[in-house]
């Protein structure tokens, strides 16, 4: 298993799945929504329609039509409101629903943005956390997913998640090394 962050539009990925930052009702929307439905054609707003929305913390599969990308992973991230109204918790079940759903699908390479850390405001050194943490802890606990790329659009952005992606492999090697000598 790995884990790469990578400065890339994320309808360009060659992957099993992109994870799209969808709002409740799955039809479509700005920031990586817009993109991911205007890469992905009409088919896969008509799929949508079907999905019946989706939960704050859910996730829901479709195909990826016109995109590189076998198949689009959508959730809906929380709309960050102060920190009070449990948007911590709901954005960790994006990402563990998301990955529960790559792995009843089979799916063995995913692409997640940054989810809610547009248009939904979540505070990006928070979301990075969380994001990083519950993806790395996921893997370790599960071999079926074997690549997870982030997948930043900005500069900024990009480095966050570097950062914090090299911190967490370097804390997992310095406790793999500890246990080795105990
Ligand atoms: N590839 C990768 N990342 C992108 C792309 C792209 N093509 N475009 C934007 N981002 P946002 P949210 C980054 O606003 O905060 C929609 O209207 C962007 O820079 O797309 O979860 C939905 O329908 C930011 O860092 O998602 C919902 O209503 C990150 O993706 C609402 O926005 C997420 O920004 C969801 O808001």
Redesign the pocket.
């Known amino acids: 298993m790995s884990v790469e962050v990578v400065l890339?539009?994320?309808?360009s990925m060659k992957v099993d799945a992109i994870v799209n930052?969808?709002?409740r009702s799955l039809l479509?929307?700005?920031?990586?929504?817009?993109?991911?439905h205007r890469a992905a054609g009409t088919r896969l707003y008509k799929a949508c329609k079907k999905l019946g929305g989706c939960n704050t913390g859910g996730a829901k599969i479709t195909k990826g039509y016109d995109l590189p990308a076998k198949y689009v992973i959508h959730t809906v991230?929380p709309i960050w409101q102060g920190g009070g109204a449990s948007e911590e918790t709901l954005l960790k079940q994006c990402y563990l629903n998301s990955l529960e759903l790559a792995v009843l699908g089979g799916i063995k390479t995913i692409a997640f943005?940054?989810?809610?850390?547009?248009?939904?405001?979540?505070p990006?050194e928070r979301a990075v956390l969380i994001a990083v943490s519950t993806v790395m802890g996921f893997l370790k606990r599960n071999d079926d997913v074997e690549k997870v790329y982030f997948?930043?659009?900005?500069e900024h952005?990009y480095k966050l998640y570097k950062d914090v992606v090299d911190e967490f492999i370097l804390k997992g090697e310095k406790h793999a090394e500890e246990n080795n000598q105990g």
Do not use: E, K
């Open positions: 890339q539009d994320i309808t930052a969808a709002n479509g929307g700005g920031g990586v929504d817009g993109a991911i991230g943005p940054a989810i809610s850390c547009g248009i939904y405001r979540f990006p997948v930043l659009v900005d952005m």
